[in-house]
């Protein structure tokens, strides 16, 4: 297990770090996609509860399901691997934020319209601030399922350390293959603590001191 | 409905300051769908420039929704609203918003941003210089009592009540407009801190002079501070509107009547004002100074308390002759049972707040919090027995 460790670390270290990018990269993506769903949904009871719906149902899909039918129309490679990690990214967020941006008291609402402010700008400053703690909760939450999902996007010969779980499972019993599919799990699992703690920082220094608990 | 009512004998002091604007309402409707009967249904009432307009009524009246569509939180179904000469009734409502003071009850602060932040919103919306948006946030911050060194980086949850439903006035004078709505501000606070509140908006307008309509449920709160008062029943149909003394002596109609309450003789206090009466002045010490020379000016004037005041000269305790003359220096101790009265609070309020710290008497307060001389139960007693005697000649 070290040895394999040691012989292979330029190729781990390279893997771990195209699985992070690939992860914060669909997980903001994501993120920006769920807000703006978010933002045009939230008013609307019929159109809230549509997208609570889409998310709940979305979670369901199988990711080997998802990325399996993705490669059809896109082949192999990083579409649709990002394709398929963004869509999960996107899922949690957008029912955080639905019931975050729900969640803001009435009366500061109307006092914003009340002094002056318009509908964009009370939606800019007043309104997601204050969901804000809500969505990163849902974030988080994105966060940590997708490093698990994004491994499976090796199958569509993602980047990431879905590989090392792959080709270690697929040659199993032979030489470092099961070195090669501990590997992967473990460094994802590490990879995932260690982007929830940064998250949490980040929580800490963007939650306004008003509202911080 | 809308005919000018005679100007009465003024309850305000003729020298105030007005810089609001009036406000005409013509014909305003508002229907909303599914529903038979309009919310507001064929209002046209006007009110005159600096002047305090009292809307009271049972819930689901209209008085809210009638009071909304004169910044458009609500759009008026049919209608005119006229804010000074201009017809307001189509431009754009964020804009004509900044131009119009609004509270709601507890503030409506915004609780991610200091109080400096919240108070300067409008200002800044409106595109003033920073130093002077800072300047402004001091100025009101003192208007409303609060200490801006104090209190300008505090968040709203870190204020109490009241202090939070000051720095919601505080936010709605920042630019300076002429028109101030108020939603059942006080409705959410304790009723001492709502006396208070009520004293100090009193003391505010009588500086600002803006024109003020303000929503209540509660009739003796509409005595208080109106200047006069519109009775609305169900569609917002206006069954009374005058001064509170013409109110309490001829209600309109049984309805009002009813509304006003027994007792009414006894409302009277309700509309006696503190700052009709002779005032006593006090003997007054500053925190700090030798309590023998306070000793010697109070036994020279006759009195037999001192008034403690602060260095910004606001009262904050007031012993006896005798239990000052066993101290050497005024201690900077704050009573927090200081029985305070505003001068524009009423006999009632004073009669109350004096009742409530067991004593005698009661410490007013003029502008700014500083001392404006000491009511006493007897001043007051001497008021009911001559209301008695005119009311029996």
Redesign the interface.
């Known amino acids: 297990m070290w040895d394999f460790l040691v012989d292979r670390r330029g190729q781990i270290a390279y893997q771990a770090f195209q699985h992070v990018s690939l992860v914060v990269q669909c997980v903001l993506l994501g993120t920006l996609i769920a807000l703006v769903l978010a933002a045009l949904v939230y008013r609307n009871p019929v159109a809230t509860s549509l997208a609570n719906g889409l998310s709940a149902v979305g979670l369901t899909i199988p990711a080997f399901a998802l990325l399996g039918i993705l490669l059809a129309p896109f082949g192999f490679g990083i579409a649709p691997a990002v394709i398929a990690v963004t869509f999960y990214a996107t899922l949690p967020v957008l029912r955080n934020a639905v019931v975050g941006l729900a969640g803001v008291d009435r ?2 609402i ?9 509908r964009p ?1 009370t939606l800019l400053r ?1 309104e997601l ?2 969901a804000w703690p809500v969505i990163l909760a849902g974030i988080r939450i994105s966060t940590q399922m997708v490093m698990g999902i994004a491994a499976i996007a090796a199958y569509v010969l993602g980047p990431g350390l879905g590989g090392f779980i792959f080709t270690g499972l697929a040659r199993l019993g032979g030489a470092n293959a099961l070195e090669s599919a501990l590997v992967g799990t473990i460094a994802i699992v590490v990879l995932a603590l260690v982007l929830d703690l940064l998250l949490l920082v980040v929580g800490r220094l963007t939650t ?4 911080r608990v | 409905m809308s005919d000018p009512v005679p100007t009465p004998v003024a309850p305000a002091a003729p020298e105030r300051r007005v810089s609001g604007v009036p406000i005409r309402l013509e014909h305003v409707t508002k229907r909303y769908p599914g529903q038979d009967r309009p919310a507001v249904d064929d209002v046209s009432l006007e009110i005159a420039a600096g002047e305090t307009v009292m809307f009271v009524g049972p819930s689901g009246c209209g008085k809210t929704t009638l009071l909304k569509m004169i910044n458009r939180l609500i759009e008026p179904t049919s209608g005119r609203i006229f804010l000074g000469d201009e017809d307001v009734t189509n431009q754009d409502p964020d804009r004509l918003r900044r131009r119009i003071g609004y509270v709601i009850q507890a503030g409506g602060l915004f609780p991610h941003m200091t109080v400096a932040t919240n108070v300067g919103m409008v200002p800044r919306m409106l595109g003033w210089e920073k130093p002077r948006i800072a300047e402004r946030i001091d100025e009101l911050l003192d208007l409303v009592g609060l200490d801006p060194d104090v209190y300008r980086d505090r968040y709203p949850r870190e204020l109490s009540g009241g202090q939070q439903q000051r720095v919601g006035v505080a936010r709605a004078l920042a630019a300076d407009p002429p028109v101030l709505l108020m939603d059942e501000p006080f409705g959410a606070v304790d009723p001492i801190t709502r006396h208070r509140l009520q004293d100090e908006l009193i003391a505010i307008q009588g500086e600002i002079g803006k024109t003020i309509v303000f929503v209540t449920h509660d009739f003796d709160e509409a005595l208080k501070l109106g200047d006069r008062i519109v009775v609305f029943d169900v569609g917002a149909r206006i069954v009374q509107y005058d001064t509170p003394e013409a109110i309490l002596a001829d209600p309109a109609e049984e309805y009002v009547a009813k509304f006003v309450g027994a007792g009414a003789t006894l409302k009277q206090l309700t509309l006696t004002r503190v700052n009709s009466l002779e005032l006593r002045p006090a003997t007054t010490a500053t925190v700090g100074e030798a309590a023998a020379a306070a000793v010697a000016r109070a036994r020279a004037a006759g009195d037999e308390l001192i008034v403690v005041l602060d260095r910004r000269g606001r009262p904050i305790s007031w012993p006896t002759v005798a239990e000052v003359s066993r101290m050497t220096t005024i201690p900077a101790t704050v009573d927090e049972k200081l029985p305070v009265v505003g001068l524009g609070s009423t006999l009632s309020d004073a009669l109350d707040t004096m009742l409530a710290a067991s004593q005698g008497g009661a410490v007013v307060l003029g502008r700014r919090d500083r001392l404006a001389g000491v009511v006493t139960v007897e001043m007051i007693m001497d008021v009911v027995q001559r209301t008695r005697q005119e009311a029996a000649g």
């Open positions: 009366s500061v109307e006092s914003a319209r009340g002094i002056g402010m318009s700008a007043i601030p204050l306004p001191r008003g509202i």
